[in-house]
């Protein structure tokens, strides 16, 4: 999309400057859209605009140069009705575009715009205010619907790499649940052999000596806290 901005050395003021591409074969039209964008020139914007009559000039045009905007005809020498506008999408597909439709011809106008189109003109009720309008707001709405598809590209991206870090989350968890079971196990083990141990030299022992089985009942309360670790 080419929107500019230039200063006249005679006012020092600036002014949008909107490429427009009018694809009209219909000679009578294209003057008068001319002469609306003319008089909406000087309103601050300066529209500049290029005129082709023909489909396959205007594709090769829109390769070659640089546009604000697309002002199209879906009735051409070349090309009828929505295949117009979706050789015209395929071509620039970020360019805003406002199609002419004649007034018996409404429905496929409509149809444009849910192609793809951001507005669209009736033949015969076209005047300076609603061309500006419509051109305004086609611009508009394709930088809104641009900003939009950039920012649910880097929503995806974000989720994308969301679900990337949920999956080594739980391959992680997975991992720590094997090792906290195979430290268990390995643990288990030689602690049940520690209590049996514990139990039979107790009874070995009786009340022989107070002071060992101090000891030893001390080894049991490690032994016991250490299985409630394990068990947790």
Known sequence: MNINSQTTPETCSQKQVIQVLLIED????????????????????????????????????????NYSVVLLDLSLPDSQGLATLEQVMAQAPTLPIVVFTGLDDETAAIQAVQTGAQDYLVKGQVTPGSLGHAIRY???????????????????????????????????????????????????????????????????????????????????????????????
Request: one cysteine or more; proline letters at 2%.
């Open 26 to 65: 219909n000679p009578g039209d294209a003057f008068l859209i001319r002469g609306m964008l003319g008089i909406k020139s000087t309103e601050g914007i300066d529209y500049q605009l290029t005129h082709v009559d023909q489909l396959a000039e205007a594709l090769t045009s829109l390769q070659r140069d």
């Open 138 to 232: 086609a611009l508009e709405r394709q930088e809104n619907k641009l900003a939009l598809q950039q920012k649910t590209a880097e929503l995806e991206g974000l989720n994308k790499e969301l679900r990337k870090r949920t999956l080594e989350l739980e391959a992680a968890n997975t991992d720590l649940e094997a090792f906290n079971y195979t430290v268990s196990h390995d643990l288990r083990n030689p602690l049940t052999g520690i209590k049996t141990g514990c139990a039979l030299l107790s009874a070995y022992m009786g009340d022989q000596d107070p002071r060992l089985q101090k000891y030893l009942h001390t080894i049991q309360d490690y032994t016991r806290h250490m299985a409630t670790l394990l068990e947790g």
